[in-house]
């Protein structure tokens, strides 16, 4: 948030001072970084909050609302920006001053830094409004650059691209748009409970099989509650063992997956009879 603030008022400054609307449009898009990751540090703190009675799931799914918000706000900064860049584009004006490429080029510097650390911190938590904030950055890189290309080509010919430096202007804001959209799609999707990836979900019924006495998986769903997945899992064992029996197993099998990978949060183990009509397709489907 610092960093992004601070690029925002160099660039917002710098581009009032060079005459450059893409530079301008740029540093909003960084302002606008600075609200994003404060929403996402807050959905973080109170997604991390332990389950209660009221929400025996825990917490997550506020730290997935707020990478949607990311999103709708991206979305809605993008068209301001394309909107303000092209308002003014038959004005004649004076050609932007070179030395406002630097701020663009630090700019740029400063974004593949904070993106690689996010995306590598998003990815290892399983957080989506991370990763969509590691997003808004990599798109920074794009939007910085798209600048950086319209402002050179006014400085390099302004007589045949004076109006340049307002395209790139536009063009960063649907740059934004594009992102934000993106980004709504992804949290919405998880929002919606959809499955996680089928190498996920082989990951999950190795994980049971390993367990003596787990002799098959009927049926296995998972669903993303925040930062990791809750998993419902029919589990088939031997149909003469006594319930009590039975019950050691699946607890087992719920400690092993729990233990074994990191982003599954719990396990609901459902015990069937080993030998019956099967289950097995990660869509439901029946095998057998």
């Known amino acids: 948030m610092a960093v992004s603030?601070?690029?925002?008022?160099?660039?917002?400054?710098a581009g009032l001072l060079a005459?450059?609307?893409a530079v301008v449009a740029d540093g909003v898009e960084s302002a606008g970084?600075?609200?994003?990751s404060a929403v996402i540090l807050v959905g973080l703190w109170v997604a991390s909050r332990p389950p209660d009675e009221n929400h025996p799931y825990g917490h997550g799914r506020f730290e997935?609302?707020?990478?949607?918000?990311?999103?709708?706000?991206?979305?809605?900064?993008?068209?301001?920006?394309a909107w303000r860049s092209m308002l003014n584009i038959d004005d004649s004006h004076s050609p932007p001053e070179g030395w406002v490429v630097s701020t663009l080029l630090v700019?740029?510097?400063?974004k593949a830094v904070l993106s690689t650390f996010k995306f590598k911190a998003g990815r290892r938590i399983g957080s989506s409004a991370l990763v969509a904030d590691a997003w808004n950055d990599t798109v920074d890189i794009l939007s910085g650059t798209v600048a950086l290309v319209a402002v050179g080509l006014t400085i390099y010919d302004p007589a045949h691209f004076m109006q340049a430096d307002?395209?790139?202007?536009?063009?960063?804001?649907?740059?934004?748009v594009v992102l934000g959209l993106q980004v709504i799609r992804e949290t919405a999707l998880h929002l919606m409970d959809t499955m996680p990836s089928e190498q996920r979900m082989r990951l999950i019924r190795a994980s049971a099989m390993k367990v003596p006495g787990a002799l098959a998986v009927e049926k296995c769903f998972a669903r993303k509650t925040g930062l990791r997945y809750h998993v419902d899992l029919h589990l088939e064992v031997d149909s003469e063992l006594t319930v009590r029996a039975s019950h050691s197993i699946a607890e087992e099998v719920r400690n092993h997956v729990k233990d074994e990978l990191p982003w599954v949060a719990d396990v609901l183990i459902h015990v069937e009879p080993f030998g019956g009509t099967g289950w097995h397709?990660?869509?439901?489907?029946?095998?057998g």
């Open 5 to 13: 603030g601070a690029l925002a008022v160099i660039k917002i400054s």
């Open 19 to 21: 005459g450059s609307t």
């Open 33 to 36: 970084d600075v609200l994003a």
């Open 64 to 81: 997935t609302l707020t990478g949607l918000g990311v999103g709708l706000a991206l979305a809605v900064t993008g068209v301001l920006i």
């Open 107 to 110: 700019s740029i510097v400063a």
């Open 166 to 176: 307002h395209w790139g202007g536009g063009a960063v804001g649907v740059i934004v």
């Open 281 to 287: 397709g990660r869509d439901g489907k029946q095998n």
